[in-house]
């Protein structure tokens, strides 16, 4: 069972989160303004990595607040949780591509 | 004011029936109102003026005064209770002070019953079902916190070394408080 | 007396407390501290079982959790029943009823045993092979056949009686094995005042030092160092000793499954405790000191009984006084066997010889042995043995330079030990997910990098002599109570006393000079594997151990290979001339030892096996004799039968009672959240399809939800209580995901907009008094609601007090008929029933269940989320299209309604289906076709939602999902069905009053 830290009320186990896919895929401010591809890959298209992954939790039993993780998808070593809202952070190994 | 004779707490049953087992007691709160307050930070001042307790800031903490108690839930979400007061008067006070804030407040004091489970092995009978560590180090006296206790969220709080609070929506309640109940047998 | 084979003295079993036992319904002796396999073996009984494909006889073979052969069935009763225990791990008590497996009709003659004949056909693969045609025999023949003859015990078929409990723990570090390296790492890190935990799977704690006789520790003898250590860690508060405990299973992030043994050992268990404990231990740092196990050595007809572990036999010598035969003869590969020669002659068991596979053995302890007077054959195999139900002499040749064998020699003997050198416990290591690394000195694989926070020390990780395991364990202690934040361990060193046993080994098959397909060198005792076997598997292409494991069942007993693994890969290895490394290895998965599922379930069975939720009118509808139902987790008044009714007539007359005079119906399960903000508006219309702007405070508007794909999520009525204030109501089991997603939102997407939500589904008891005398029922019972058509028309919503309680009374129907919902505190709603029951009483009110609220909603054509929708459904698919706000620039789904896939004209329609025979009612779920007479597979149109008795309309009504169905309505389809196909009718769903003027009565 994992344990993950929350934000707010530090490290907690993997049974008071839910899953929330992965983060930082912002919902279109205008969706009308996009074409029916560009709508599909919003709705449907992951980057589901090998590696280390920015995804959202949320303490559902807890603070209710969502938030982000920096998991490796083959250890499940967590490298790190921030607010959501906040950017990924970067990673010393993680080069340059990351920091959005 | 409503005839509070008539309201019907969903532990009632079960703690008339209660087994008296010292190392780790069962024992039903008394009715509370309960407001929960969500709001900006620029609201939580005068909720706190309000209440008559500032409103805790640091997370999973609680304040109490006299019969009433503030509990941190999130960080812009408090748990207000006073026990023993009619619920309508005091969401009405609050409500007039915090006309103009950004924030929300909503009488939940029916959603939820709550009991004590006390003794030395109160920590050990929790921890059979809550996968939080309990020591007095990480759950220091003064600590409160939704959390999940086998297959129901609780909002646990600790205001003595040996005395844990148990707030559990109705239906939740009598299989929260039973599943203790078969934990403690061990204890009997 | 407890056994002829028990020696005079010795051992740490108590000889003044005699056990009595019974095994295959015979009664035996025992001593208190013994196991069943200690008390079997001072009692001469080696055959224990039938192995499980050729049901050969077999013995115990070890001395602790790595037994393969030697699972019995253990328990007075089947209530109290549990098979496939290890008799090597079993404690005797008092009036323990044991028994042998996979034999009949008993263990000295055993039916199954002429699967020996058949050997040849039951080879690897021989399950894919054989019993591949004809393909109908598989379940009817050939899946029960082999069920009953291949298996292990038998599943008891009475509820398990007895408790078991899980309980969550926390601490600094873990110490997973109290033998030398675990209890020396306890003693250090402990020291440090870290909370520890040290747990070992044995009755007993201290591993090896238990059968050690001369060692000496800090100028101590090993047992009494032993004794002096557990007792001086028990007087340290901060220390928890858990002896009888597994660590089964690691899972990520350093959370360990730790099986305890609570009563299983006593005779007379005090029945307030759990059977067993599972503790679910998150630990800052873990020390893994779980040992080495002694390998077997492969060579024809290794498994009889009478053959047996070297190093268990010393065990079984020195730790329970017990000599496992008369004479024994010794083949190994390595020092620690001569130790046990040693061990065991001195507790009077006769050495015919040790057959050493080494060319030249020599140093201390080969002297030792031959000063002893023992016959040491160096360069000298097994190469066979014979004896029915118990070995009764060995063949010895002797091994030529060139790997030949010579002449053999029999030899007579009640007991064969071996010794292949030691395998490190790698087992938790693997399943915390560090990476093994093959040691070509120590020919096994060891720990290599870390990925959790732990740390190996001792012998499982490759060290083997006394004073280095000691301090390697003390320097792993102190290293772990630094890394949990600890200063002030103890590292130190010990003194000790000993003789190195060197680190010896071998694995694969012993050189034999048998004919390959005519000797059966057993690898996996457990699953009946021979050499022969895996070596098959190679010659038939499987090249990975992986694919050779599971061609073969090697290494996926119980035992997970515990004593055949490195065989198997050292075999594999030798004939495909890779050296192991490449060969690979296979993946250590939980549980470490085999688990009740008696823990896994703990405390969640019967009542506590979900929470049952109840309202707060539950009991009220029980003695009524409501009949319930479970929705999602709650129990819903399903239909109130009267005496003699069945539900046809409960639901018929309830539907009557409701649509000509008042029924009252328990509503409370409906999800409640409470929007609050001075932008709840704004929420609202960016989560509902429906513009909620212009609703006004005190009026209802029915809601949709989508998911952003477009697909409908969740409906509910909500009412607006004040410009800034919504009272949404969600369907029953669609509350928390409503809430998670309109959170999700808010606290991802749209952070800036002042609105907060509360989950108030609790806060409310909802009683819905529907019927065209609702009005007159609640009346006189409410203060300051003017309840009149003109006062408060449909979809209207007033606050006030009901029955001198607060109220926020809608006036809602999901029957079609006039009707109100009365929300309550949840704490006053079996009162405030009960008074609107009484008020009720004149007019005839009638309580209904979910089964009527169904029928009566079904014919206004009312559809449930979850019922005529299944997330494929979108607002316009289920005639929703009214209530979407089409000015609306965008709202959750909108953007994905406009999908080309999401219009097309033939997607699947709500509809209304009659049947043309008005009797027949058809099946919910069943498919809809044109033809009925089309060749299968048929194209099905669509497939009917809902399907009731109408006693209103006096025949059979149905909703159903056609494609194009609304283009089809006044069109004839089938329903296929196995007694032929119903001719149903498209028609308008909605079958009752289409006007609504009920409604608005």
């Given at each position: 069972m994992l344990l993950i830290t929350c934000p707010h009320c530090g490290p907690r186990a993997e049974l008071e989160f839910s899953y929330g896919g992965e983060a930082h895929i912002a919902r279109p401010?205008?969706?009308?303004?996009?074409d029916d591809e560009a709508w599909a890959t919003f709705l449907y298209k992951r980057s589901n990595p090998k590696g280390v992954h920015a995804e959202r939790w949320r303490h559902l039993h807890g603070c209710g607040r969502f938030f982000n993780v920096l998991r490796d998808t083959i250890s499940d070593t967590i490298v790190t949780t921030y607010p959501a809202g906040q950017p990924r952070p970067a990673l010393p190994s993680d080069g340059k591509e990351n920091a959005r | 004011m409503p005839d509070l004779a008539i309201r019907e707490n969903s532990l009632g049953r079960l703690a008339s029936a209660a087994r008296t087992i010292p190392a780790a007691m069962l024992t039903v709160l008394p009715d509370a109102a309960k407001l929960l307050f969500r709001g900006r930070p620029s609201s939580i001042d005068a909720a706190g003026k309000a209440f008559g307790i500032a409103l805790p800031m640091e997370a999973c903490r609680f304040a109490t005064s006299g019969n009433r108690t503030a509990y941190w839930l999130g960080p812009d979400e408090w748990l207000l209770q006073a026990v023993g007061e009619d619920s309508a008067a005091l969401f009405a006070g609050l409500a007039a002070a915090l006309a103009g804030h950004s924030q929300s407040l909503v009488d939940v004091s029916h959603r939820s019953d709550a009991f004590a489970l006390s003794g030395p092995q109160a920590a050990y009978i929790l921890n059979h079902g809550c996968p939080l560590d309990l020591s007095l180090q990480t759950f220091p006296v003064g600590m409160c916190t939704r959390t999940i206790f086998g297959k129901a969220t609780i909002m646990l709080s600790r205001p003595a070394p040996e005395v844990f609070h148990i707030d559990a929506w109705r239906s939740f309640a009598p299989y929260v408080w039973q599943l203790l109940d078969e934990a403690r047998s061990e204890l009997a | 007396m407890s056994g002829r084979f028990r020696t005079p003295s010795g051992g740490r079993v108590d000889r003044r407390r005699t056990i009595r036992f019974t095994f295959d319904g015979k009664s035996y002796q025992g001593f208190e501290g013994d196991t069943l396999a200690s008390a079997l073996l001072a009692n001469g009984v080696h055959l224990v079982g039938r192995s499980f494909k050729y049901h050969r006889p077999r013995g115990i073979v070890t001395a602790g959790s790595d037994e393969p052969n030697a699972l019995v069935g253990v328990g007075v009763d089947d209530a109290h029943y549990t098979p496939n225990l290890r008799a090597t791990q079993v404690e005797i008590y008092d009036g323990l009823v044991a028994e042998s497996q996979n034999r009949w009709p008993s263990l000295n003659f055993d039916v199954g045993a002429v699967n020996e004949v058949f050997a040849p056909f039951l080879s690897a693969g021989f399950y894919y092979k054989t019993f591949m045609w004809p393909r109908a025999a598989w379940a009817k023949l050939y899946e029960p056949l082999i069920r009953r003859a291949a298996g292990l015990g038998r599943a008891p078929e009475q509820p398990d009686a007895d408790r078991y409990t899980q309980v969550y723990a926390h601490c600094d570090v873990l110490i997973v094995g109290a033998g030398p390296a675990g209890l020396a790492a306890a003693l250090a890190t402990s020291a440090s005042g870290a909370k520890v935990f040290v747990c070992d799977e044995q009755a007993e704690m201290g591993g090896s030092l238990l059968a050690e006789k001369t060692a000496v520790i800090d100028g101590l003898l090993a047992a009494d160092w032993t004794a002096k250590a557990l007792a001086d860690l028990a007087a340290r508060t901060n220390v928890t000793l858990m002896p009888r405990t597994t660590a089964f299973g690691w899972y990520p992030h350093n959370f360990l499954g730790l099986c305890e043994r609570i009563t299983d050992h006593v005779a007379k268990a005090d029945p307030k405790l759990p059977r067993e404990r599972l503790w679910q231990v998150r630990a800052k740092e873990v020390v893994l000191a779980t040992g080495a196990l002694e390998r077997p050595l492969v060579f024809p007809d290794n498994d009889r009984p009478g053959i047996m572990m070297a190093e268990a036999a010393r065990i079984y010598a020195n730790r329970f006084g017990v000599k496992p035969g008369d004479k024994a003869l010794i083949f190994t590969a390595c020092d620690s066997a001569y130790r046990a020669a040693l061990d065991l002659k001195a507790a009077g068991v006769a050495i015919a010889a040790i057959a050493d596979l080494r060319a030249a053995p020599g140093g201390l302890w080969v002297d030792r042995a031959r000063a002893a007077g023992i016959d040491v054959r160096a360069a000298t195999v097994v190469t066979g043995t014979s004896g029915r139900l118990r070995i009764d002499s060995v063949s010895l040749a002797k091994l030529g330079p060139d790997g030949r064998t010579g002449a053999s020699e029999t030899i007579a003997c009640d007991l064969l030990l071996m010794s292949g050198g030691f395998t490190p416990s790698v087992h938790l290591f693997s399943q915390s997910r560090g990476k093994l690394v093959y040691d070509e000195a120590l020919q096994a694989y060891l720990p290599g990098a870390s990925v959790e926070r732990e740390r190996s020390v001792g012998a499982c990780r490759g060290i083997s002599d006394l004073d280095t395991v000691l301090n390697d364990g003390a320097a792993g202690g102190s290293g772990a109570a630094q890394a949990a934040g600890f200063a002030g361990a103890l590292g130190g060193t010990f003194a000790v006393h000993t003789d190195s046993v060197g680190t010896d080994g071998f694995i694969g098959v012993t050189p034999h000079g048998g004919h390959p397909s005519k000797t059966r060198a057993w690898i996996d005792f457990q699953n009946d594997v021979t050499a022969k076997d895996v070596k098959l598997a190679i010659r038939e292409g499987f090249r990975s151990i992986e694919h050779v494991k599971r061609y073969t069942t090697t290494g996926m007993a119980t035992d997970q290979g515990k004593t055949s693994n490195m065989n198997a890969l050292g075999l594999v290895s030798e004939t495909l001339q890779i050296p192991v490394p490449q060969v690979g290895l296979t993946t250590f998965r939980p549980p470490y030892t085999p688990t009740t599922f008696g823990i896994f379930a703990g405390q969640s069975r019967g009542d506590l096996f979900d929470p049952l939720r109840q309202t707060p009118i539950h009991d009220w509808a029980v003695a009524q004799g409501a009949v319930f139902e479970d929705v999602s987790l709650w129990k819903r008044a399903h239909y109130f039968p009267r005496a003699g009714e069945d539900m046809h007539a409960a639901v018929a007359r309830e539907c009557k009672a409701t649509r000509q005079a008042v029924g009252i119906f328990d509503a409370t399960t409906l999800g409640k959240i409470e929007v609050v903000g001075k932008d709840a508006a704004e929420l609202m219309n960016r989560m509902y399809t429906n513009a909620w702007t212009k609703l006004e405070p005190g009026r209802l508007r029915y809601g949709v939800m989508l998911r952003e794909d477009g697909f409908v999520m969740d409906d509910g009525v909500v009412g607006r209580m004040a410009p800034d204030r919504f009272h949404i109501t969600t369907t029953t089991g669609g509350a928390p995901r409503v809430l998670a997603m309109m959170e999700d939102y808010i606290q991802t997407e749209w952070p800036d907009l002042d609105v907060w939500l509360t989950s108030t589904t609790e806060e409310w008891a909802v009683i819905a008094v529907q019927g065209p005398l609702a009005r007159k029922v609640l009346e006189p019972l409410v203060e300051d609601i003017d309840l009149s058509r003109e006062a408060m028309p449909h979809m209207s919503v007033r606050e006030g007090k009901i029955c001198g309680v607060p109220t926020r009374l809608f006036r809602v129907s999901f029957t079609g008929e006039l009707g109100f919902e009365v929300n309550v505190p949840a704490g006053y709603g079996r009162a405030v029933w009960e008074a609107i029951f009484a008020a009720g009483k004149p007019y005839g009110i009638t309580p209904y269940g979910t089964e009527t609220m169904h029928v009566l909603r079904a014919e206004k054509g009312f559809i449930i989320v979850g019922q005529e929708t299944d997330g494929t459904v979108t607002p316009d698919d289920a005639g929703l299209s009214w209530a979407i706000g089409k000015a609306k620039k965008d709202f959750v789904g909108k953007r994905s309604l406009a999908r080309p896939a999401m219009t097309a004209s033939d997607r699947k329609q709500l509809v209304g289906l009659l049947t043309v025979n008005p009797k027949t009612v058809l099946e919910e779920g069943a498919q809809i076709v044109a033809d009925p007479a089309q060749p299968i597979p048929m194209t099905m149109l669509g497939h009917v939602t809902s399907s009731y008795w109408s006693t209103t309309l006096d025949r059979s009504i149905a909703l159903a999902l056609v494609r194009g169905g609304r283009a089809r309505i006044g069109e004839r389809l089938s329903v296929p069905m196995p007694d032929g196909p119903i001719t149903v009718e498209l028609v308008e769903p909605i079958f009752y009053d289409p006007k609504g003027a009920r409604l608005d009565a």
């Open positions: 401010i205008d969706p009308t303004g996009l | - | -």
